[in-house]
Structures are given as structure tokens and as C-alpha cells.
């Protein structure tokens, strides 16, 4: 079994919310109110920061140049593609530098991109990506998802943008770079250390489920 199918499994019950949840599914149905959106925007550029940190860190602890250059080169999707999607509906929604500034973060953010960050410091290069493509692939997953089941999704004024991004075949292409280097780095990896990527993947996973609460409840 490969180790994103074996993760996938252990995380089912979690990622199977996803696409149930209301603030999603009002991406899918285009009838998510403007100020919980608006919300997400600004909580999800500040969590890309930190989200980039993980994977500067992951550079440390890489053992290779092959991974060296994978988590530099994600560190430049995030900083020039990815935000620059959010960057584009700051613009849209009316946030500026100065309301950006002055935002806290949400406690549930501080507290799952702290987790990711202890996990790449104290793990190696395969549990900073684990922890990692909790993040990355749900939203590909999520994306899909919406354009699958309403494909005028990708149509709509506002949010058609983020569905196309995380819908498309570059950040498609970005995640299948992902997926090859952790079956290539857990190849040799025993039934405990494969466990403990369980342990990481399904926590992850589970920040992910609190993050769209608190877009949900605008919360912080």
C-alpha cells in the first residue's frame, strides 16, 4: 500500500467532512456570505506565512538536493502563485495593508501551523511533508470536489477564482511532486514510523476541520 493511501485511510472520517462542511459547500453553491469569506481571506494569507516557514524548515532537514529544491520551489508557489490568489481578493474585498497588519490570528491557526512546526523540527523530511500535504492535498481535494458536483463553481464573480487555483492542474502537478518524494522518502520506513505519520497526518487533518469552523463562525 502506498503511504498517502495509507494516510488517506487513517484520515477518511475527518477529510469526508470537508465536503460537507457549510462554508465549503457555500463555495460549491456561490451562496457563502461575503464577510465569512472575507474572514477566511484574511486568516488564510496570515496562515501561508507560517505554512511557508514549515516548508523552510523542511530545507534543514533535508538530506538530498532533489528535496532541497522541492521544499525551496513550494516556498515560491505559496509566496507567487498561492498568495498571490488571496493578494487579488484583498483588492476585491477591500483589506488593506493596515487591516492586515492589525488582524490577529485565530488561536486555531496558531496552534495548527505551531503543530507543523514542531513536527518538522523534531521529525525528519518525510514528517515535516506529511504534515505538510494534510494542507496541500485537502484543498486539492476540496476543489475538485466543488467542480465536480457544480461545475459553474469555477464561473462565479466571486470565488470562481479560488476554485479554479486549487481545482487546477498546476497545483495538481505542485501536490503529484509532493506525493512522489513521500513514497520515495518512506519506501524503507517501518510499521512504527509509518504509524506515527498516521498520528501526524489525522492531527493535521484535524486542524484543517477547525480552520473552516472558525472561517465558519468568523471566529478568532
Known amino acids: 500500500m502506498k503511504t498517502?493511501?495509507?494516510?488517506?485511510?487513517?484520515?477518511?472520517?475527518?477529510?469526508?467532512?470537508?465536503?460537507?462542511?457549510?462554508?465549503?459547500?457555500?463555495?460549491?453553491?456561490?451562496?457563502?456570505?461575503?464577510?465569512?469569506?472575507?474572514?477566511?481571506?484574511?486568516?488564510?494569507?496570515?496562515?501561508?506565512?507560517?505554512?511557508?516557514?514549515?516548508?523552510?524548515?523542511?530545507?534543514?532537514?533535508a538530506k538530498s538536493l532533489p528535496v532541497m529544491q522541492l521544499f525551496s520551489s513550494y516556498i515560491q508557489s505559496i509566496v507567487h502563485s498561492?498568495?498571490?490568489?488571496?493578494?487579488?481578493?484583498?483588492?476585491?474585498?477591500?483589506?488593506?495593508?493596515?487591516?492586515?497588519?492589525?488582524?490577529?490570528?485565530?488561536?486555531?491557526?496558531?496552534?495548527?501551523?505551531?503543530?507543523?512546526?514542531?513536527?518538522a523540527y523534531e521529525g525528519g523530511e518525510a514528517e515535516a511533508l506529511t504534515a505538510i500535504l494534510s494542507c496541500a492535498y485537502s484543498y486539492e481535494a476540496i476543489g475538485r470536489t466543488i467542480v465536480r458536483e457544480n461545475p459553474d463553481a469555477a464561473n462565479h464573480p466571486l470565488y470562481g477564482d479560488w476554485v479554479q487555483y486549487y481545482s487546477g492542474d498546476k497545483y495538481h502537478q505542485d501536490n503529484l511532486r509532493l506525493l512522489d518524494m513521500l513514497e520515495m522518502l518512506t519506501k524503507?520506513?517501518?510499521?512504527?514510523?509509518?504509524?506515527?505519520?498516521?498520528?501526524?497526518?489525522?492531527?493535521?487533518?484535524?486542524?484543517?476541520?477547525?480552520?473552516?469552523?472558525?472561517?465558519?463562525?468568523q471566529s478568532f
Open 4 to 61: 498517502i493511501d495509507r494516510l488517506l485511510s487513517a484520515s477518511q472520517s475527518v477529510w469526508d467532512t470537508y465536503h460537507q462542511h457549510p462554508f465549503v459547500l457555500g463555495l460549491q453553491n456561490g451562496t457563502l456570505d461575503q464577510a465569512k469569506f472575507r474572514h477566511y481571506i484574511l486568516q488564510d494569507y496570515l496562515y501561508l506565512i507560517e505554512y511557508a516557514k514549515v516548508f523552510a524548515i523542511g530545507i534543514t532537514k
Open 188 to 217: 524503507d520506513y517501518t510499521q512504527q514510523q509509518l504509524c506515527h505519520l498516521e498520528d501526524i497526518f489525522v492531527t493535521c487533518s484535524r486542524y484543517e476541520s477547525e480552520f473552516w469552523d472558525m472561517a465558519w463562525a
Open 82 to 119: 498561492e498568495m498571490t490568489t488571496h493578494t487579488g481578493y484583498m483588492e476585491k474585498l477591500n483589506i488593506r495593508q493596515e487591516e492586515l497588519a492589525q488582524t490577529p490570528v485565530a488561536l486555531s491557526s496558531r496552534s495548527y501551523t505551531a503543530y507543523m512546526m514542531q513536527v
